[in-house]
């Protein structure tokens, strides 16, 4: 061939080359920072989010420290109102929701047959804008006086409630940045959100219908319609309130005609859509796990996913079970208490489908079922304590008290959290090509499911005894030392099951057992491909037959109904060492064209921070963050997504 000479080329743009082309080796950091591969982008906000929920247990731990015995002074109120703030926001918007991002990234194109998403540089600056957010939420912890014990961080509970939400009664720049913090994580959430409804709608491989979809997919798509609808509804709010505390707006405050309740309005009409958010991600992980582990299909799936979309419908119409106590009246409670009961339904459809799935199957108590079957056990006890909130004259009672914290403890770490580990157990395989240890995630489920219980199933009676929530320290003849006690033991030995997946981690990592592809004898796409997958997913993007689509690569009915091998020996036996290695996988595919990496969504991310620090301490920044922005939009928009040939 030919060679021509190259056409000259500014500085600029050789420096643009220069960074592009380390970026290409990925071996190297900036291949990290500039990715655009969706399992990078996942395995960055597994990580990130996993830091940060040491992060928010850390606070947890030193609350229930705080409250182990009566009348303790270990933190003080002041530092107790911080910590929880921080603690709650740090679990719902820096753990829970990334943690269920990781999962849509790593999972949603292997399970639907595609090479990565629909806009991979979109999913970068999702990532980005999280972590900037989540590290500026932190950052407020500096903004008091260290040296002195004072922490700066929010101190108006992770709900930022009207008016204590106003600097009238959160004096320093601790609620600040907790709203232009949580800004930044809509923004990310946002661009999470449309990336993943296009590329569930647009890049399934053919043949793959909608029905024909696995059920996490189903709750990808319902969690972000869920998200793009709510993040405004709560991106409103908070600039109603960085207007109110930054620049003497009085949306909320009542002196000058502001209505606090507006406030929990807006904060609840985004607040319950956002429980689905955390719950539904992990109902699908664990409708995969369930089925693959009973060696069943899922039962009733079209009940599953109805159901799931009936929550979705329905999570928009019951913000005031949040609000019975403000004084709305019968009318508004009654018809909020309705829907409130109703919403109980699709939910008990789907425990019963799962119960459904485990009924007569062969089950095998493998770390992620054992985790899958404890998020439904606990998170069917959450869902009881649920109803009995939506009942009207039961809820006065339980208003403000530890009662409402066992509940959504109950809902969001019996529910959410075990099925998350769980989901790490089930798919760790996939990216590494080795098994977690299974004893040791056995004895992380075992302890971790005692100190969970052990810490929030005293909440309970601690609550009816009428503990209230957000206390600092109570009186000795209360009768609520026991059950503080209990609690704080129990959130201890949390801490400890935390420590045996870290290092159950660790060791899988580096010495763990070869799984081959396919070590559970899976259902869905994903276990068809190699594993660590190769950066291009699919050598050849498969065509869908069946919902469950390996499963009947792999099984046929015979005459008598009899699952059976299709070819005899061709089955994976479950557990079994890895076979021969797909060789005609593991060539080069040059044909295959993946998007190049790009330093231009991190640039853009860049920015945000500096625009809410401007926003706090001197509008200089504003515009130098602004200008970072636009750069990185521009180059974004104008560098070509592919290699130029
Ligand atoms: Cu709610």
């Not at 719902?92 to 399970?111: D, E, G, R, T, Y």
């Not at 798919?427 to 302890?447: R, S």
């Amino acid at each position: 061939m030919a060679t021509l000479a190259p056409p000259r080329r500014s500085p600029l743009s050789q420096a643009l080359a220069g960074a592009r082309h380390m970026a290409e080796d990925t071996s190297t950091i900036w291949s990290w920072l500039a990715t655009v591969d969706h399992k990078r982008i996942g395995v960055l906000y597994g990580v990130s989010a996993f830091i940060f929920f040491l992060a928010g247990g850390i606070e947890a731990l030193l609350l229930r420290t705080q409250l182990v015995v009566p009348e303790n002074d270990i933190i003080g109120a002041d530092a107790f109102n911080r910590l929880f703030t921080m603690h709650g926001t740090t679990m719902v918007f820096l753990v829970v929701m990334p943690m269920s991002s990781a999962f849509f990234n790593l999972m949603v194109p292997l399970l639907i047959g595609a090479r990565d998403v629909a806009f991979p540089r979109l999913n970068a600056f999702s990532y980005w804008t999280f972590l900037a957010g989540g590290i500026f939420l932190n950052a407020s912890f500096f903004t008091g006086d260290l040296f002195s014990g004072e922490l700066g961080a929010p101190d108006g509970g992770w709900f930022g409630y009207a008016p204590l939400n106003l600097p009238e009664f959160t004096p320093g720049h601790g609620m600040d940045f907790w709203a232009l913090g949580l800004q930044m994580l809509g923004v990310a959430s946002l661009a999470g959100g449309f990336n993943f409804i296009v590329t569930i709608l647009n890049m399934r491989a053919p043949g793959m219908t909608l029905f024909r979809m696995p059920v996490f997919v189903w709750m990808t798509l319902v969690t972000s319609f869920l998200i793009i609808f709510a993040m405004p509804v709560i991106s409103v709010a908070l600039f109603e309130l960085t207007f109110d505390r930054l620049f003497d707006a009085n949306f909320f405050n009542p002196d000058a005609g502001g209505n606090p309740l507006l406030w929990q309005h807006m904060f609840w009409l985004f607040g319950h859509p956002e429980v689905y958010i955390l719950i539904l991600p992990a109902f699908g992980i664990i409708s995969e796990i369930i089925p693959t582990f009973s060696r069943k299909p899922l039962f009733g799936y079209p009940f599953v996913v109805f159901s799931g979309i009936a929550i979705g419908f329905m999570s928009w119409g019951v913000w005031v079970h949040h609000m019975y106590t403000t004084g709305l009246g019968t009318i508004a409670n009654s018809a909020f208490g309705v829907s409130t009961v109703l919403i109980a339904v699709p939910t008990g459809v789907k425990i019963f489908n799962w119960l459904g799935t485990l009924w007569g199957g062969s089950i095998r108590l493998r770390a992620p079922m054992m985790f899958a079957i404890g998020t439904v056990a606990m998170f069917t006890i959450g869902g009881l304590s649920g109803v009995t909130h939506s009942m009207v004259p039961s809820d006065y009672q339980q208003q403000d008290t530890y009662y409402v914290v066992a509940h959504f403890h109950y809902v969001l770490f019996g529910g959410a959290v075990f099925a998350l580990f769980g989901g790490i157990y089930y798919w760790f395989p996939k990216f590494t090509g080795k098994l977690m240890d299974d004893m040791l995630g056995q004895i992380q489920f075992w302890l971790l499911l005692i100190g969970f219980n052990l810490t929030f199933f005293p909440m309970h009676m601690s609550g009816l005894l009428g503990m209230p929530r957000r206390i600092y320290t109570y009186d000795s003849d209360m009768g609520w030392n026991l059950w503080n006690m209990l609690s704080t033991i129990g959130a201890f030995t949390i801490a400890v099951a935390v420590l045996v997946f870290m290092v159950n981690f660790v060791i899988s990592l580096r010495n763990g057992k070869a799984s081959g592809k396919d070590p559970w004898d899976g259902r869905t796409l994903e276990w068809s491909i190699p594993a660590p997958v190769p950066h291009y997913n699919f050598a050849q993007i498969p065509q869908v037959r069946h919902r469950d689509d390996f499963w009947h690569q792999k099984y046929q009915e015979d005459e008598e109904g009899n699952v059976v091998p299709i070819v005899a020996g061709a089955a994976i036996a479950p557990d079994a060492p890895p076979g021969g290695h797909d060789d005609h996988d593991e060539e080069e595919h040059h044909d295959i064209h993946l998007p190049s990496p790009s330093y231009f969504p991190l640039i853009a991310s860049l920015g945000f921070p500096l625009i809410a620090t401007g926003l706090i301490y001197d509008y200089a920044l504003v515009p130098v963050g602004a200008t970072l922005v636009l750069v990185g939009l521009f180059g974004w928009a104008m560098e070509p997504a592919t290699e130029e040939e």
